[in-house]
């Protein structure tokens, strides 16, 4: 296999797999390309490899920014702006679940509280409901405390040894 086809299999792969952790095809693809991309990538050409508008590619490169695993970087002389992916695979895991805890395991978190502790009035089915819908939230609970931990203990200057002694 080819390089550029090797490269364009693993950004259509990529774009695929984005559905999975919380973002579009589009998203994704431009996030694989800009990992893969040995340099920064200016948006004229983020658009000409993938083949999208500007304001495709503008709206998802600042999607990207705000999750905070792309960058913009600056060429001196040029008047294009240009994009950086996180290169640091344990980083970019720490800031996909982040912001996944931040958009979707919190408002969940908020829902199961508010539906959990309604007041019963004494049929088996509300008894039911409170009591599965109470179990559920500290189980969603607890494994959002426990991701909050991970990231924590990798942010860790210590953490981070162990973890690198490990591998």
Known sequence: MEFKEAKNKFVQTWGALGSQWGINK???????LLMVSNEPVSMEDIMEELQISRG???????????????YKEYK???RREFFTAEKDLDELAVKISRERSKREIKPALKILKEVSTIEA?????????????????DFVLKADNMLDKITEFNENWLGRLVLKIMK
């Open 26 to 32: 589009t998203m994704a693809q431009i996030h694989a």
């Open 56 to 70: 495709n590619t503008s709206m998802n490169l600042k999607a990207l920014m705000d999750w905070g695993i792309v």
């Open 76 to 78: 001196a002389g040029e």
């Open 121 to 137: 009035n004494n049929s088996e089915e509300e008894k039911h409901f409170i009591e599965q819908t109470s179990k559920l939230y």
